[in-house]
Nanobody, 120 residues
Framework: QVQLVESGGGLVQAGGSLRLSCAAS????????MGWYRQAPGKQRELVAT???????NYGDSVKGRFTISRDNAKNTVYLEMNSLKPEDTAVYYCNLGRDFGSWRSNDYWGQGTQVTVSS
């Protein structure tokens, strides 16, 4: 069983920064992908960023150049540094852990979500 625990969400003004953390525990394969997705009220869940255990990253178009994803493989922890935040970044942010199949990934486990609110 795998558990994901997120932290770091909160309220910030536009232009500010936040750092999210997600720690995974349990039976975790060394080859995996961890990432962040978000869901705003009335909208579909969308990709924010992912990072494979090998270090390769992928970002959603809306956050490129503003957010940075990183991870500590030894701690099975993924981080999301969010800079230059905009009101449209307001959403519940969900941590994800999946198996890495190279050209695609699974989305096996999800965290409970952490609220990020950006005021204008």
């Amino acid at each position: 069983q795998v558990q994901l625990v997120e932290s770091g969400g909160g309220l910030v003004q536009a232009g500010g920064s936040l750092r999210l953390s997600c720690a995974a525990s349990g039976s975790i394969s060394s080859i995996n992908v961890m990432g962040w997705y978000r869901q705003a009220p009335g909208k579909q869940r969308e990709l924010v960023a992912t990072i494979a255990s090998g270090g390769s990253t992928n970002y959603g178009d809306s956050v490129k150049g503003r957010f940075t994803i990183s991870r500590d493989n030894a701690k099975n922890t993924v981080y999301l540094e969010m800079n230059s935040l905009k009101p449209e970044d307001t959403a519940v942010y969900y941590c994800n852990l999946g198996r890495d199949f190279g050209s695609w990934r699974s989305n096996d486990y999800w965290g409970q979500g952490t609220q990020v609110t950006v005021s204008s």
